[in-house]
């Protein structure tokens, strides 16, 4: 079970609205290198895995995923709001107006809905880390992207931090992934 604390993990307060700039951290909350995929990629991973050191540290990564995602919605929303229908339309944002008003929605700013396809839970603990490796160094590439199409500093602070969490837990994967070489090497039955 989760305790909901009723603060955001890192504050996110953008004050400027910018479609635009909804529309690209968008994929960051529904696309596919985005916080959803990342939490429930772990937090359907760590059943299976094999040591409790590895269950525990998905739970925990997919936990804060949860969080980051809870950000990047705030941060989404935040850039919608007050947006006028001039901006919209200057933004070429005019299906997301379309189809969900000025909403936060899993998905991306191209209209492409989250799909379950973009994550992969193989009942293989070492396919499964190598895939949450891969994750988190796409999810900081996206992030770097991200940056460089941002001028807000209210905009760009929250999506540094998020950047370095997601070369922490990159770290704590690469760390994790060696714990389960040394389970499979202590088991012997090559
Ligand atoms: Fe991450």
Do not use: C
Request: no cysteine; aromatic share 10%; hydrophobic share 40%.
């Amino acid at each position: 079970m989760w305790i909901y604390e009723k603060k955001l993990q890192y504050p996110v307060r953008i004050k400027r609205p910018n479609p635009k700039m909804a529309a690209a951290v968008l994929s960051q909350y529904g696309g596919p290198d985005g916080e959803l995929a990342a939490s429930l990629r772990y937090i359907s991973q760590r059943h299976h895995m094999p040591i409790p050191e590895a269950k525990g540290m998905l739970n925990d990564i997919g936990t804060e995923e949860l969080a980051h995602f809870e950000m990047v919605g705030a941060m989404v929303h935040q850039l919608m709001k007050g947006a006028s229908i001039e901006e919209i339309k200057a933004a070429g944002a005019e299906s997301w107006y379309t189809d969900h008003d000025r909403a936060t929605w899993p998905g991306t700013g191209t209209g492409v809905p989250f799909t379950a396809a973009y994550i992969m839970s193989k009942g293989d603990p070492v396919a499964d880390l190598v895939e949450d490796l891969a994750a988190e160094e796409k999810a900081r590439a996206t992030y770097e992207h991200l940056i460089d199409l941002a001028d807000d500093p209210d905009v760009i602070d929250p999506l540094r931090w998020l950047r370095e969490r997601e070369v922490v837990h990159f770290q704590r994967f690469g760390e994790i992934l060696n714990k389960i070489y040394e389970w499979k090497d202590s088991k012997k039955y090559y």
